[in-house]
């Protein structure tokens, strides 16, 4: 199978990762206006599941480092593809329920508190788990960026001009959302061996994992999303006839999203060989930053701000420039 084999490399993966996080959400905003969000995600999970086959069979089927795809999966043993299923299950629940809370409390509450509790709590934890990389210098970078999510959450407020009081709520969902988001790479992790080139028995081998771990989205987006239909947090309930009447623009942008979102996931677990899953990880959640440069300058989100919010996204900026910058250091401090 193809593995990295080197840091450096695993680096550029990382960063990599980090445009595909960022960028996935671009395809829904490329589909029809009239495309609910709870349709667009059956094709985006359809897309997860689809590449991970494909890299499965491709990249993890060829070279002679490691095991292949099906030779990995038939040794592979019940903790092992559970814990990678059990990943894939929280993952979606954890995204469905951020959406839900942007829903309900507004961007500027439930990203920097769902998505800064994921990135804090699940580089400490895959620290933990898998130690690599220097500490202090991790957890500054990891600070850095926190402040620069908070930061750019205080300018998507001023720039709607919204003062309405922050709904417990949302509050709730956003604390529960960013606690499981936390959790689900370190599932996929505990599942996986530890050496990529001789992986040990029972083990799965990074491709093994995605395939397993987007079976864990496909499988539980029937119970969640179904729910989420039948029960919006925004607008009437859609069916499946809905999905079926959609056209192929609608249906392939979601598919994409699903494809761009697989592909960081991928080269994020394959990078945690050599950077290790605290950095691998910290450095995928600065996709804020690339979300963030998609939504300043081509959907020009801040075009009309109020005065001020310049300034806040300068900073956004330099906090995640100087948060990645010492995380990418941390290896070799």
């Not at 689809?50 to 070279?63: K, P, Q």
């Not at 804020?288 to 001020?308: D, R, S, Y």
């Amino acid at each position: 199978m193809f593995i990295l084999e080197s840091y450096t490399v695993a680096v550029l993966f990382c960063f990599i990762t980090m445009l595909c996080w960022g960028s996935w959400a671009n395809t829904q905003k490329l589909a029809e206006k009239s495309w609910r969000f709870e349709l667009f995600y059956w094709d985006y999970v359809l897309g997860i599941f689809l590449l991970s086959l494909l890299f499965a069979l491709t990249l993890g089927s060829m070279g002679e480092h490691g095991r292949s795809f099906r030779a990995d999966f038939a040794q592979s043993d019940v903790a092992s593809l559970r814990s990678a299923f059990l990943g894939g299950v929280i993952f979606n629940l954890a995204n469905i329920l951020l959406i839900a809370a942007i829903s309900i409390a507004g961007m500027s509450v439930a990203f920097p508190v769902g998505i800064g509790i994921a990135l804090i709590w699940g580089v400490l934890d895959n620290y933990l788990k898998v130690p690599a990389g220097n500490p202090a210098v991790i957890f500054t970078g990891v600070a850095l960026i926190a402040i620069g999510i908070v930061v750019n959450a205080v300018a998507y407020k001023k720039s709607s001009g919204s003062a309405q009081k922050v709904s417990s709520k949302g509050l709730i969902i956003s604390v529960v959302a960013g606690v499981l988001m936390a959790q689900f790479y370190g599932f996929v992790v505990s599942g996986m061996a530890h050496d990529f080139v001789n992986p040990e028995a029972g083990k799965l081998t990074p491709y093994t994992a995605i395939v397993v771990f987007a079976a864990g989205i496909f499988v539980s987006n029937i119970l969640f999303n179904t729910v989420l239909m039948r029960m919006p947090v925004e607008g009437a309930p859609v069916s499946y006839d809905d999905y079926f009447k959609g056209n192929f623009k609608s249906h392939i942008t979601g598919i994409l999203g699903g494809v761009i979102w697989c592909i960081g996931m991928s080269f994020s677990i394959l990078a945690s060989d050599k950077a290790g899953p605290a950095i691998s990880y910290g450095l995928g959640q600065g996709a804020v930053l690339v979300a963030a440069v998609w939504g300043v300058f081509i959907w020009k989100e801040f075009k009309t701000a109020p005065k001020g919010v310049n300034t806040l996204l300068l900073v956004m900026f330099v906090c995640f420039f100087f948060g990645l910058g010492l995380l990418v250091y941390s290896k070799t401090a």
